[in-house]
């Protein structure tokens, strides 16, 4: 396996395997522990087909549904996240880590892509290792002990939302609110990382919103400096695999009268710390 990194502060691409022939145990090993250094992956040329991308996230983690859309009929853990032609918003179009609402965030997420636009259509991720680590200690300190208030219901991701739940929603929608640390230490790598975000994190607990808002907006910008960011470029083909506990995304809306589709797939993550 080759690994390219993609900036200095994350992303790297993988390539030298077809996840066609399936993924051996020492190729998981190798594509996780690149997972765990970089934070994001990517893998061109890899025009999966359903079956065999389920069966390469079963071997990344355990799959599980994503709260507002129906799967694909015969892979229900296989979401279709797209935008169409006559669509003005992206779906999820602002910077966020997947479902921090749940008590039980996802681990990762890898979206592949099926149908992408002649030009746009990138995708940017952000270091939250990096957003922390460039923290003044007394700020580090600050945020120690506090405590984020994620929901689904903030406006502008809800939004990015209305034209797949018209399309492929589950039925009645549900809001789902949790509690996590401001900053969370990675179970795996043991370092830390900020862990709000501006679709999701609405405000601080003990806090009004009064008190919290200018703190949060001061993270909520720090946290996309453009140094703690790659960007990258679909093909048909690629898929991208991204550690949702130490990154945010976030799709860029720059191609209307075009049409986007990718297959999303969610695994199972644990209880922020």
Request: aromatic content about 8%; glycine content about 8%; hydrophobic content about 35%.
């Amino acid at each position: 396996m080759r690994v390219k990194k993609t900036a200095g502060a994350l992303g790297a691409e993988l390539s030298g395997f077809d996840l066609r022939q399936g993924t051996p145990a020492s190729l998981a090993a190798e594509i996780r522990a690149a997972l765990l250094e970089h934070q994001v992956i990517f893998m061109r040329g890899q025009p999966l087909e359903p079956a065999q991308y389920l069966a390469f996230a079963q071997a990344m983690g355990e799959p599980v549904d994503y709260p507002f859309l129906q799967g694909l009929p015969s892979f229900p853990r296989i979401i279709e996240v797209k935008k169409l032609e006559h669509e003005r918003v992206n779906f999820g179009g602002v910077w966020h880590s997947d479902t921090t609402y749940l008590e039980e965030p996802p681990m990762g997420s890898m979206l592949l892509a099926r149908e992408v636009p002649p030009q746009g259509g990138d995708t940017l991720f952000a270091s939250q290792y990096a957003a922390y680590e460039a923290l003044s200690d007394t700020m580090k300190r600050l945020l120690e002990s506090l405590v984020g208030i994620s929901t689904s219901s903030k406006a502008d991701i809800s939004r990015t939302r209305e034209d797949r739940i018209r399309s492929d929603g589950k039925g009645e929608q549900r809001a789902f609110e949790a509690r996590h640390p401001v900053v969370r230490t990675h179970p795996e790598t043991g370092r830390k990382a900020l862990y709000v975000n501006v679709a999701h994190t609405d405000g601080i607990e003990g806090l009004t919103r009064e008190e919290s808002a200018p703190l949060l907006q001061f993270l909520f910008e720090h946290q996309v400096r453009p140094e703690f960011t790659c960007r990258f470029a679909w093909e048909p083909g690629s898929i991208a695999f991204w550690d949702n506990r130490c990154t945010l995304h976030n799709p860029v809306n720059d191609y209307h009268g075009y049409r986007r589709v990718m297959h999303r797939i969610t695994l199972r993550g644990d209880r922020p710390a």
